[in-house]
């Protein structure tokens, strides 16, 4: 059988290329790329999975309000750079009218697309990429799933973001592992500023339990890299916090970043397991966590420990990380656990809570929204 082709169809302006003020880019002056936009093409382009292919309106194009001899120097320029780094478009569509017109050519309609609408290609697992809300409608005319890149949110992309480098991970994970994902989005890019930290986190659910983790507290950082290791996502987080005050403040806010990035990640969590629960020894230790993503935060703890501190981490904390997790994440989290050595209690209980993650997570063919009310 024959494999259909898959297509990103990608905006130009404010997605590739800063878009300027007056929405005109009519000038090499004016040329700039967004950051990390050309690193994550040529990857993508090296990975060959995905034609390229860009569509971008441009307002009165060819009008004395935007002459196209303004237009094509740096619009031709761009190119040229994109091919130096190997990144070439299989088309380029340019719509030319103005949004009063409603023209059926111009984003979102699908009038210069109906090359890609007749069965050569495999539409839902292809993806609009763009800055606007008009870009995530072109996907849902289009049948693909979409990626919004910028400050905008919405419910229909399967990936908010500012960061380049999430949108190609996604991509890369997902014709790698021939994953169908519409309606479920399983990356979350989440970035948190305080006077306290300074905390970015990139999470791929569908990992391979690949962890980049500086927290600057060791034990901290080894019990998130059994989060890694046993739930099987991919983690990148860097977290610089006060510690010459405490480590409240950088546990907490990790905690807090990284129950984001998963109620991110999941979406409308269509079509998961939604639950987990998973025991495990450690020794003489016993960890049991149980785990909901059900929308609503709730934290049972069940825990004593007989030290202040383990590994430079106060014993007290581990009840607020879980707690602050369940209320970004918003998922019930059960946690019951008994031991005489705490490092093998706190290791068990990061360890049991890894694998009810992975249970929960998990994708049911058929399943749809796992709730009778039709909505988590």
């Known amino acids: ?67 196209e001899a303004n237009f094509w120097p740096a619009h031709e320029k761009m190119l040229k750079i994109l091919a130096g780094e190997g990144i070439h478009f299989a088309a380029i569509y340019i719509d030319k009218t103005f949004a009063h017109e409603q023209a059926p050519t111009r984003k979102p309609g699908t009038a210069m697309l109906t090359d890609y609408l007749g069965g050569e290609y495999d539409l839902a697992q292809s ?19 979409s990626i919004l890149l910028g400050g905008l949110q919405d419910d ?12 190609q991970q996604l991509l890369s994970a997902n014709a790698r592992k021939s994953v169908e994902i519409p309606h479920l989005n399983r990356v979350g890019v989440v970035e948190r500023s305080t006077k306290e930290t300074d905390i970015r986190v990139v999470l791929n659910i569908d990992g391979d339990g690949r962890g980049e983790i500086v927290t600057g507290i060791g034990f901290f950082d080894h019990l998130l890299d059994q989060l890694v290791k046993h739930s099987g996502c991919d983690l990148q987080l860097r977290v610089q916090g006060d510690l010459h005050i405490d480590e409240h403040h950088s546990i907490e806010d990790t905690a807090l970043a990284l129950g984001q990035a998963y109620a991110q990640a999941l979406g409308d969590k269509y079509g998961i397991a939604r639950y987990g629960h998973f025991a495990l020894p450690m020794d003489e230790a016993l960890a049991e966590v149980a785990l909901d993503f059900s929308g609503r935060p709730w934290l049972v703890w069940q825990a004593e420990y007989h030290r202040e501190r383990v590994g430079g981490m106060p014993t007290e904390m581990f009840h607020h990380f879980f707690k602050s997790f369940s209320d970004t994440a918003k998922c019930n989290l059960n946690i019951r656990v008994k031991g005489q050595n705490d490092h093998h209690q706190i290791e068990a209980t990061f360890k049991a809570f890894a694998k009810a993650i992975k249970m929960a997570v998990q994708r049911q063919p058929g399943q749809g929204i796992p709730s009778t009310k039709g909505v988590l």
């Open 156 to 167: 229909r992309a399967v990936l908010c973001t500012n960061d380049w480098q999430a949108i």
């Open 1 to 67: 059988m024959e494999m259909k082709k898959k297509a990103l169809f990608i905006d130009r302006d404010g997605t590739i290329i800063v878009e300027p003020a007056d929405e005109q880019i009519d000038s090499l002056a004016k040329l700039e790329f967004l950051p990390g936009a050309i690193g994550a093409l040529r990857q993508l382009a090296a990975e060959r999975d995905y034609e390229l292919v860009m569509v971008t309106n441009q307002d009165g194009l060819g009008t004395d309000s935007f002459p």
């Open 127 to 145: 993806y609009v990429i763009g800055d606007r809300i008009t870009d995530v409608q072109l996907g849902a005319n289009l049948g693909c799933p």
